[in-house]
């Protein structure tokens, strides 16, 4: 996902589209914003990153993981008092980890992108991980 700027604002905004992607089951969509030359995503990694935050998704047989699969909620329906966006930066590039709103709650699934400068002008918004933190 291109940005025009570094501005926590841009980073804040750009990282919520996301996951609105994710709330209305745009996995291809999603995959595509925040895969890079050097970060690989597709809908399938993504749909297994989440699903293995639930238990009882990692635990059911194929057949029936997906009935399991955590929903993710818009952050625009959900209280933002516990949101949880932290930004970290090093001269050229930023690293951002939020944690994903899961079935109307903050949760402690996070997913962790990094913010590089590109060329001529811009920056460029990679999915690194999803992992509980």
């Known amino acids: 996902m291109l940005l025009h700027s570094d501005s ?11 996951v609105e992607m994710l709330a209305h089951s745009r996995f291809d969509d999603a995959a595509n914003a925040v895969a890079s030359s050097e ?3 597709s809908a399938s990694i993504l749909r297994e ?9 990692r635990e059911a047989s194929a057949d029936d993981k997906w009935q399991f699969f955590p929903v993710i909620t818009s952050p625009t329906e959900i209280d933002t008092q516990g949101e949880n966006m932290v930004v970290y930066v090093k001269r050229n590039m930023a690293t951002i980890e939020y944690d994903l709103p899961i079935a109307g709650q903050w949760s402690d699934l996070t997913a962790k992108f990094c913010v590089e400068k590109t060329e001529p002008s811009g920056f460029e918004l990679s999915l690194t991980d999803i992992r509980v933190l």
């Open 49 to 57: 990153a989440i699903g293995r935050y639930s238990r009882r998704f």
């Open 39 to 41: 970060s690989q995503c």
């Open 8 to 18: 926590l604002t841009e980073m804040r905004n750009a990282v919520r589209d996301w």
